[in-house]
């Protein structure tokens, strides 16, 4: 993240002689940075040069949120309850968010809203207009009867009705959100068992990925990249078997697969998109290359916090083109993320931080 960060800097001249020493030290955290993948960066300098930065024209307010997981299921996609060892210690806290996916979509310019299981489908309808997009997370809860498949659900229904309607409002599902989306759309659970539950991959891209929507802004290089080094991480023990995908007539039809991987005996869909509406899955994790670090297997090279960026800003940009809207400044800001707090949990979780409700 240093390296574009840095030459995107933009200092005001008349603080010339003092930013001279800054720039060296700019530079020198630039080249430290391609050298060594894993840089720590001190918060100091860094809060310095963004107070020095100028302040850009606001472009397009956007807002994406996302479902909330339930607190069982701070591991990985779909996991048996018997490897979810960590329960939240606040018996009345029931549900969290990962961090690392509002960041992901702060990352390419969106306010985030946390969408709360178990809330009553009126409340969802009237969320559903105020909001530009939705992201289904990963996580380890039932998808076939959970407070996160419930509003899932509602979610992608009102989703395709008002994309159908010429009002644009996109869904993406992240590793769990995938399989979920999976289930909404062929209303079967149709995964098969895999060896994914820590492994980061090439994609193997299909044909169909050079026409899609999703990778057509991906720079060359980085889709070079993507095809070539493990840049995209795993974290899932059932997979869409590709067999089973191209058999199901519903799957079939919706959605245009763009990439595969394979554990060795089974070929699965790794990353897809629907033909008709702006629904996109990845089995994958593109937010983790950029804010989750408890795994030694998560990529942070330039070219994986490259994905993670370039994933996040496709999505937004669909999330762009919707006009739904809050009635009120007061309504938005009550139910934006900046009314919670985030915890530290890279201790004891596979989450750097969580924020729990
Ligand atoms: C949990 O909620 C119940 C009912 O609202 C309350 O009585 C109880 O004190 C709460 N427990 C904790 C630990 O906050
Ligand atoms: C699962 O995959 C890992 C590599 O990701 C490999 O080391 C391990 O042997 C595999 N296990 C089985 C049962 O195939
Ligand atoms: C890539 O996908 C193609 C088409 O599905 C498949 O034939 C091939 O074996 C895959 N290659 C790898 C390395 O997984």
Same mark, same amino acid.
């Given at each position: 993240?240093?390296?574009?960060?840095?030459?995107?800097?933009?200092?005001?001249?008349?603080?010339?002689?003092?930013?001279?020493?800054?720039?060296?030290?700019?530079?020198?955290?630039?080249?430290?940075?391609?050298?060594?993948?894993?840089?720590? *960066?001190?918060?100091?300098?860094?809060?310095?040069?963004?107070?020095?930065?100028?302040?850009?024209?606001?472009?397009?307010?956007?807002?994406?949120?996302? *479902?909330?997981?339930?607190?069982?299921?701070?591991?990985?996609?779909?996991?048996?309850?018997?490897?979810?060892?960590?329960?939240?210690?606040?018996?009345?806290?029931?549900?969290?968010?990962?961090?690392?996916?509002?960041?992901?979509?702060?990352?390419?310019? &969106?306010?985030?809203?946390?969408?709360?299981?178990?809330?009553?489908?009126?409340?969802?309808?009237?969320?559903?207009?105020?909001?530009?997009?939705?992201?289904?997370?990963?996580?380890?809860?039932?998808?076939?009867?959970?407070?996160?498949?419930?509003?899932?659900?509602?979610?992608?229904?009102?989703?395709?009705?008002?994309?159908?309607?010429?009002?644009?409002?996109?869904?993406?599902?992240?590793?769990?959100?995938?399989?979920?989306?999976?289930?909404?759309?062929?209303?079967?659970?149709?995964?098969?068992?895999?060896?994914?539950?820590?492994?980061?991959?090439?994609?193997?891209?299909?044909?169909?990925?050079?026409?899609?929507?999703?990778?057509?802004?991906?720079?060359?290089?980085?889709?070079?990249?993507?095809?070539?080094?493990?840049?995209?991480?795993?974290?899932?023990?059932?997979?869409?078997?590709?067999?089973?995908?191209?058999?199901?007539?519903?799957?079939?039809?919706?959605?245009?697969?763009?990439?595969?991987?394979?554990?060795?005996?089974?070929?699965?869909?790794?990353?897809?998109? &629907?033909?008709?509406?702006?629904?996109?899955?990845?089995?994958?994790?593109?937010?983790?290359?950029?804010?989750?670090?408890?795994?030694?297997?998560?990529?942070?090279?330039?070219?994986?916090?490259?994905?993670?960026?370039?994933?996040?800003?496709?999505?937004?940009?669909?999330?762009?083109?919707?006009?739904?809207?809050?009635?009120?400044?007061?309504?938005?800001?009550?139910?934006?993320?900046?009314?919670?707090?985030?915890?530290?949990?890279?201790?004891?979780?596979?989450?750097?931080?969580?924020?729990?409700?």
């Amino acid at each position: 993240m240093a390296a574009p960060g840095c030459l995107a800097l933009r200092l005001p001249n008349r603080k010339a002689f003092f930013l001279v020493f800054v720039s060296l030290n700019v530079r020198f955290l630039c080249r430290a940075a391609l050298r060594n993948d894993r840089p720590i *960066i001190g918060e100091l300098l860094w809060t310095f040069i963004a107070s020095q930065t100028r302040h850009q024209p606001s472009v397009r307010k956007c807002r994406v949120i996302m *479902i909330m997981s339930e607190s069982s299921g701070l591991q990985t996609c779909l996991c048996p309850s018997g490897v979810l060892s960590q329960e939240l210690s606040h018996p009345n806290q029931s549900s969290y968010i990962a961090a690392s996916y509002v960041k992901f979509l702060e990352s390419a310019g &969106a306010r985030v809203v946390p969408v709360l299981i178990n809330q009553s489908p009126e409340d969802y309808q009237k969320l559903f207009l105020s909001i530009n997009g939705i992201l289904l997370p990963g996580g380890g809860v039932s998808i076939t009867s959970s407070g996160y498949q419930r509003a899932a659900e509602i979610f992608y229904r009102l989703a395709l009705e008002a994309n159908q309607m010429g009002d644009v409002f996109p869904v993406w599902g992240t590793c769990l959100g995938f399989e979920q989306l999976t289930y909404l759309t062929s209303g079967k659970v149709e995964l098969s068992h895999t060896n994914t539950s820590s492994a980061a991959l090439p994609l193997n891209f299909t044909e169909d990925a050079k026409r899609s929507r999703m990778f057509s802004g991906f720079p060359a290089e980085l889709m070079a990249a993507l095809a070539s080094e493990p840049l995209t991480v795993n974290a899932h023990q059932f997979s869409l078997a590709i067999t089973t995908f191209q058999s199901d007539e519903a799957l079939k039809n919706f959605y245009r697969v763009l990439s595969t991987n394979t554990d060795g005996s089974t070929e699965f869909v790794s990353t897809f998109e &629907a033909y008709d509406y702006p629904v996109y899955g990845t089995q994958w994790h593109p937010e983790k290359n950029v804010f989750e670090w408890t795994k030694p297997f998560y990529p942070h090279s330039p070219s994986a916090v490259k994905t993670s960026f370039y994933m996040a800003e496709f999505f937004i940009g669909e999330a762009r083109k919707s006009f739904h809207r809050f009635g009120s400044k007061e309504d938005e800001d009550k139910a934006l993320i900046y009314n919670y707090s985030p915890v530290y949990t890279g201790t004891t979780s596979a989450f750097e931080q969580v924020y729990v409700f």
